[in-house]
């Protein structure tokens, strides 16, 4: 409500990057879906000169979106949302950690060898598992979550 309310798109992103967490661990598929396509939506405006907060917010949204989307089983628009992710992780600092998303190319790693496991692609997950520096991380929880 208070992101809404300060009619930021930054903030709006924040909060609803935050709700697809929950909806995901939830096992909401269709709404953290949902809230992901609003956010890109709302935040793609934006993008043409953007800042690194803005860029890691979208980025971020994408990996959510790509998580939903495994898990509904549609590994095109999973692999896309990942694509999209990865792409954007390229030009930002490797230890990206905008709103405590820990948006950066290292969590985007960690997040493909995710939805390789939620597809049930194994040989992918461990040839993408041995890609990922997860020391590289500094966050004590993806560490663990990989």
């Known amino acids: ?77 999973a692999e896309a949302h990942l694509a999209a992710a990865r792409e954007v992780a390229a030009g930002l600092p490797d230890d990206g950690n905008v709103f405590q998303t820990q948006f950066n190319a290292v969590n985007a790693g960690i997040h493909s060898v995710e939805i390789s496991l939620e597809l049930g692609h194994p040989r992918d997950v461990m040839s993408k598992a041995e890609l990922v520096d997860v020391a590289r991380i500094a966050s004590g929880e993806r560490q663990s979550h990989f």
Do not use: I
């Open 1 to 77: 409500m208070a992101a809404e309310r300060a009619d930021s798109p930054v903030l709006q992103a924040a909060a609803r990057w935050d709700l697809c967490g929950v909806w995901l661990h939830e096992g909401e598929l269709g709404s953290a879906k949902n809230m992901a396509r609003r956010a890109l939506d709302d935040l793609e405006p934006h993008l043409a000169g953007a800042d690194d907060v803005v860029r890691a917010l979208w980025g971020a949204m994408h990996l959510r979106a790509a998580v939903a989307w495994s898990r509904l089983w549609d590994r095109t628009e």
